[in-house]
């Protein structure tokens, strides 16, 4: 006969009702579910709160604006948006800024995959080094290289020029953009490439026929975030760009808007001048929505 220890440690006791459990992770899952919608709701208000105002804003006029900042309009005032695109120049600037943008992102695009393609595929000496350089790019502040760039311009004659300031986006483009895509480039399967390069396929073809059609989804992502950023660019255009008022991008020609309401006081063309600016930049994110989550998790799930 076997005896069991008097001291012997007593089996834990399990919960036979396993229903209460169940009620307590629910209740804590509610809980969490609840702080979480919570905080997405003040993030909405806060991030969409200001463009909804401005934008209900540039309906209003200008009398209203100023007795009532955060009213309602009573009427729609279409006549905003008529003053701030032709009396403000708002389109004139608008079309400065697409034609310097189609330049600069094309450039940026074009050489940053080119680097990115060969940094990522290729062995080479100071490869390494090469990339860190790019990486390095991204922590050096802009404003350190204001004069050194302002006197690079001015000694190439390219001071309040299309071009210069072109060729200013691309390089402050670049660095990000290098980085980018060739953490992008390496996910791409070797096998395509290798199959191209055994048909006969020389490097360019390959680049450009095979593996860059690949990379659409993160070409498509630092695009987007590309646009935005020289859309909205406002330091290099002030430095670079200042001597023809005509001359003047978007964000400036708002800054010099925003300065002379001061003396004029038509505040609904200033919000209607605003609006434009703003509308596409909504409107491509809203486009391309997908494409830029898509671009952004293509690395991790391949």
Do not use: C
């Amino acid at each position: 006969m076997t005896t069991v220890p008097t001291d012997a440690p007593e089996a834990p006791v399990q919960d036979s009702r396993p229903g209460r459990t169940a009620k307590k992770e629910k209740k804590e899952g509610g809980i969490l579910n609840v702080f979480s919608h919570s905080f997405l709701v003040v993030w909405v208000i806060l991030a969409a709160g200001p463009l909804v105002w401005v934008a209900v804003t540039a309906f209003r006029p200008s009398a209203d604006i100023l007795s009532d900042p955060l009213g309602l309009p009573s009427a729609l005032h279409w006549e905003n948006f008529s003053n701030a695109w032709t009396e403000a120049k708002i389109g004139r600037y608008a079309v400065n800024s697409l034609l310097i943008l189609m330049g600069s992102l094309t450039g940026t695009m074009l050489l940053g995959s080119m680097a990115a393609y060969v940094i990522a595929r290729f062995t080479f000496p100071g490869n390494r080094f090469i990339f860190l350089l790019f990486a390095g790019g991204m922590m050096f502040p802009v404003i350190l290289a204001l004069v050194p760039l302002f006197t690079i311009m001015d000694n190439l004659g390219l001071l309040d020029t299309r071009p210069g300031l072109i060729i200013a986006y691309i390089a402050y483009s670049l660095p990000f953009t290098t980085f980018f895509l060739t953490s992008f480039f390496r996910t791409l399967p070797t096998g395509v490439q290798e199959a191209a390069m055994v048909d006969g396929a020389s490097h360019t073809r390959t680049f450009f026929q095979i593996m860059l059609p690949m990379a659409k989804p993160g070409l498509v992502s630092i695009g987007i975030f590309n646009f935005l950023g020289q859309w909205n660019q406002y330091l290099l255009p002030l430095l670079l760009n200042n001597d023809n008022e005509d001359n003047y991008v978007l964000p400036q020609g708002l800054a010099a808007l925003a300065v002379s309401q001061g003396y004029r006081g038509d505040w609904g063309a200033l919000f209607a001048g605003l609006t434009i600016a703003m509308l596409p930049v909504l409107v491509v994110y809203a486009v391309f929505q997908r494409q830029v989550q898509a671009g952004l998790t293509a690395g991790a799930l391949k």
